[in-house]
Each structure stands twice: as C-alpha cells, then as structure tokens.
T-cell receptor, first 115, second 112 residues
Framework: DAGVIQSPRHEVTEMGQEVTLRCKPI?????LFWYRQTMMRGLELLIY????????DSGMPEDRFSAKMPNASFSTLKIQPSEPRDSAVYFC?????????????FGPGTRLTVL | ELKVEQNPLFLSMQEGKNYTIYCNYS?????LYWYRQDPGKSLESLFV?????AVKQEGRLMASLDTKARLSTLHITAAVHDLSATYFC????????????FGTGTRLTIIP
C-alpha cells in the first residue's frame, strides 16, 4: 500500500512568492495533519482535519498560512506571501481516527527554503 | 494543557551498552506512541502502547507504559550503530481528540 504522499519534496522560492504544498493521505484514513519541523521549534502541529473538515487550526502561524481539504484524498497547505522564516520541513500525516487509538503515519515531507 | 517531556534530549552511547529514554506526560492518558526519525527523513511509527503495563518489543528496542506514573520508557539493549536516530514519544488524549502531543525528541548517537 502507498503511504502518505507529499509533493513537492523540495521547494526553493523567493520571499514574497506563493507556495503550495500537497498531500495525499493513506486511503481509508479520515484524519489529516499538517506539521512543521525546524531545529529551533521542533515539531509543530499546524492544522488538522477530520472527515475533510478543519478541526483545529490554532497552530497556523498567521494569516499567510491556509489549508484546505476538498476531498478525502487531497489536501493543500498554502503560504502567501512566503517569508524566509517559513523555511522548514513540512510533514503531512494521516490516521484512521477511532475510539481505540490514533496512530499517525507521516509522509516524506517537503523541505521548503525561502530565500 | 498536555505537556510531554523527554529526557535526555541528547544521548551518546557506545555500541553494546544499554540505556533508557524517558517520556513523562502531564495529563491522564493510556495511549502513547513512539516514533523514530533518521536524519533528513520522516517519522516512522515504532510502538503503540494502549494500556497501563503495556510492553512492546522489536529487536533491541523495548517500550513500556505506566499510566499511573504518566511515564513511558524506551529501553535500548546492546546498542548498535543502526539505532542512531531521534526518538519521539507522543501522547493521545483520546475521547474524540485526534491530536497527538509530541515530546521534544531524544537524539541518540551510537558510537562504534
């Protein structure tokens, strides 16, 4: 089975440009999570969806960040305009939420560099 | 607010030695997960612990959960270089909340 798929794997852009990161969760999973990882701040949860509905976006840094999940098999995280401090690795993870447990499976990540 | 603390943050140990990584959390939970992250790679699920006293083992790694103490341990036996990675624990508050709260991670380096 394919795991979580993210694209692109690497993105280099200039400050002020729009960046769109994409994620395809594991088929059958009903929860999707966007994380950001940096050396300084560690692993941060940005937003998560359950059944395509955003549940908690309290981790989204500011209005420049937005995320959508138009259907069960696709999600995007957009940064507009991008800034150098957005440089990080962005992970998407998915899980099948049940009353038993919520093991999350991570994608390979997108390494974003904003110059 | 749930807090998850790991210690040590950094661990350098020789091959063949045993050591333990600790994960403490601040709120009652009986669901805890361990992940491994190799440098430049993603997080890989290692263990899922779902009850007090749960113990899981895979090769040289063994994880356990004590929900009364709010403590999980990841024990490394006779370490080998391939185990060098960063290890994260994560806690699940359960009951409708899908979020996992991750610890800060323990960077483990095994020295030949």
């Amino acid at each position: 089975d394919a795991g979580v798929i993210q694209s692109p794997r690497h993105e280099v852009t200039e400050m002020g440009q729009e960046v769109t990161l994409r994620c395809k969760p594991i088929s059958g999973h009903n929860s999707l999570f966007w994380y950001r990882q940096t050396m300084m701040r560690g692993l941060e949860l940005l937003i998560y969806f359950n059944n395509n509905v955003p549940i908690d976006d309290s981790g989204m840094p500011e209005d420049r960040f937005s995320a959508k999940m138009p259907n069960a098999s696709f999600s995007t995280l957009k940064i507009q305009p991008s800034e150098p401090r957005d440089s990080a690795v962005y992970f998407c993870a998915s899980s099948f939420h049940s009353s038993s447990y919520n093991e999350q499976f991570f994608g390979p990540g997108t390494r974003l560099t904003v110059l | 607010e749930l807090k998850v603390e790991q210690n040590p943050l950094f661990l350098s140990m020789q091959e063949g030695k045993n050591y333990t990584i600790y994960c403490n959390y601040s709120t009652t939970s009986d669901r805890l997960y361990w992940y491994r992250q190799d440098p430049g790679k993603s997080l890989e699920s290692l263990f899922v612990l779902l009850s007090n006293g749960a113990v899981k083992q895979e090769g040289r790694l063994m994880a356990s959960l004590d929900t009364k103490a709010r403590l999980s341990t990841l024990h490394i036996t006779a370490a080998v270089h391939d185990l060098s990675a960063t290890y994260f624990c994560a806690v699940d508050l359960s009951f409708g909340n899908e979020k996992l709260t991750f610890g800060t991670g323990t960077r483990l380096t095994i020295i030949p």
